[in-house]
């Protein structure tokens, strides 16, 4: 089966700071590729989703995300990063078969 | 509102009872998933049903019986259970190659 790497688990940046969220995957074709968001006590939101076409995925609230085939990745960025962005982010691949495998999840903290 | 709902929402419960946790989708997904969260977050799948049929079953103990009487439902049945089954369990649903749209969670707390 397919699997992904988040090799951050905890990653701080300060308020109005870039960020940058790396994921890396493994699988024989084609990924289909997510990235979720996850806030304390809640469920998951879809940020954004990669499925094929333009390399370059916008998503919600200010998120990008660019599939890389070459270095099997799919890191996560915004440009400005706000206290509310504080959560557990999720990378995510999926095939076919509808069956869908997450990374171990990346917790952001945002300093004031 | 359309979404994927599953309750309860908190299950407190002894070592070696028996629980169920509902789930319900009213998105006319074909796909419906049991994922399980451990304490560090881990998503772990446990079991994906298409149309009613097991699809996958991700090496968990038998002790956890999924159960999808329609394609909009699966539900959870989890026996003798055990306080490593602590944690938070997650449905979602999909349509094809699609996101997977969660509920909030069941946190299940054995003691």
């Known amino acids: 089966a397919q699997s992904v790497t988040q090799p951050d688990i905890h990653i701080t940046v300060s308020e109005g700071a870039s960020l940058e969220l790396r994921c890396n995957y493994s699988?024989?074709?084609?990924?289909?590729l997510f990235w979720y968001v996850q806030s304390p006590g809640q469920g998951l939101q879809l940020l954004l989703k990669y499925f094929s076409g333009d390399t370059l995925v916008q998503g919600i609230k200010g998120f990008e995300a660019e599939f890389k085939r070459s270095q099997s990745s799919f890191n996560l960025r915004k440009p400005s990063v706000h206290w509310s962005d504080a959560a557990e982010y999720f990378c995510?691949?999926?095939?076919?078969?509808?069956?869908?495998?997450f990374g171990a999840g990346t917790r952001l903290t945002v300093k004031p | 509102d359309t979404a994927v709902s599953q309750t309860p929402k908190y299950l407190v419960t002894q070592m070696g009872n028996d629980k169920s946790i509902k789930c319900e989708q009213n998105?006319?997904?074909?796909?419906m998933y049991w994922y399980k969260q451990d304490s560090k977050k881990f998503l772990k799948i446990m079991f994906s049903?298409?149309?009613?049929?097991?699809?996958i079953n991700e090496t968990v103990p038998n002790r956890f019986s999924p159960k999808s009487p329609d394609k909009a439902h699966l539900n959870l049945h989890i026996n003798s259970l055990e306080l490593g089954d602590s944690a938070v369990y997650f449905c979602a649903s999909s349509q094809a190659a699609s996101p997977l749209h969660f509920g909030n969670g069941t946190r299940l707390t054995v003691t």
């Open positions: 699988y024989g074709a084609t990924p289909y």
């Open positions: 998105l006319g997904h074909d796909t």
């Open positions: 049903y298409n149309n009613k049929e097991l699809i």
């Open positions: 995510a691949v999926g095939d076919n078969n509808n069956d869908m495998r």
